[in-house]
């Protein structure tokens, strides 16, 4: 009797729990949606009420780094640049954010007019060894910010930079995204078919394929369908190539800028 008592009690915490990890998600994604109609002042409100639960430890469904990122971000859209610059600094070089974080960073240095640490990010983003992590989006700012301060020369050097280091992966993607697979995306389903969906699982084959795609919920879904035996590895690449469309996409849209 005092086993099944015992049994009950933690089956009825576990249900609480779910149901508010359940609704920490709703509302974090109500937050989204109001700041995708400009409505930024509740989206606050949430996104601080999440903060403080997950500080305090009651509640860790969305990661602490990612509702930083979305509060940064509402302070970018209402424009207050100085307040936004101050919590991207908050997301530590050892987050899965922090590529993101240096990026947007560097869009609130420009319009704070702060032209050397906005290139002092981006410097960090195209070390050689964030080029499977970063998109084009840098090099497009590398090239207004000397636009913005006349240095005509160093435009056409960030044009330069962009070609020879996007130019493989490019052409990897473009492969992934005609044909629906290519060697990388093959070798990354074959590790997934047993292994989590996590930058560590596929850093080999990560400069071949779309950019962060392993953070893509729909792809992380299959992924662990897979490995359930309710989905095959073909659902899995279907995705994949998806992604890959969505990346040349994006890379279309940066060189046209």
């Known amino acids: 009797m005092k086993t099944r008592f015992i049994a ?4 009825a915490f576990a249900t609480q729990a779910f149901a508010a990890g359940s609704n920490d998600q709703a509302e974090f994604d109500k937050a989204l949606r109001l700041a995708s109609s400009d409505k930024t002042k509740p989206a606050h409100v949430i996104v601080d009420k ?10 860790l469904v969305v990661p602490q780094d990612r509702l930083v990122m979305t509060k940064a971000r509402l302070l970018y859209q209402d424009g207050d640049m100085t307040k936004a610059l101050e919590t991207y600094q908050k997301i530590s070089s050892g987050s899965d954010y922090w590529l993101e974080s240096l990026e947007e960073k560097a869009w609130a240095q420009l319009r704070l007019g702060e032209h050397g640490n906005a290139l002092a990010s981006l410097n960090t983003l195209k070390a050689p060894l964030f080029t499977p992590l970063v998109g084009p989006e840098p090099y497009f700012l ?19 930079d962009f070609k ?18 290519s060697v990388a995306a093959r070798n990354a389903v074959q590790k997934l078919a047993s292994a989590p969906l996590e930058w560590k699982t596929i850093a080999a084959e990560a400069g071949q394929l779309p950019r ?27 995705r994949i190539q998806q992604l890959a469309k969505l990346d040349l996409k994006e890379i279309g849209t940066i060189l046209q800028k």
């Open 8 to 11: 009950a009690l933690v089956l």
């Open 50 to 59: 999440l903060l403080k639960k997950v500080v305090s430890g009651t509640s």
């Open 142 to 160: 590398t090239g207004l910010i000397h636009l913005r301060i006349c240095d005509y020369p160093k435009v056409f050097d960030a044009i330069k």
């Open 164 to 181: 020879e280091r996007f130019r493989p992966r490019l052409l990897a993607i473009q492969e992934l995204s005609k044909n629906g697979t």
């Open 212 to 238: 962060l795609f392993y953070r893509d919920e729909v792809l992380s879904a299959r992924v662990k369908s897979m490995q359930a035996g309710r989905a095959t590895s073909q659902d899995v690449m279907a």
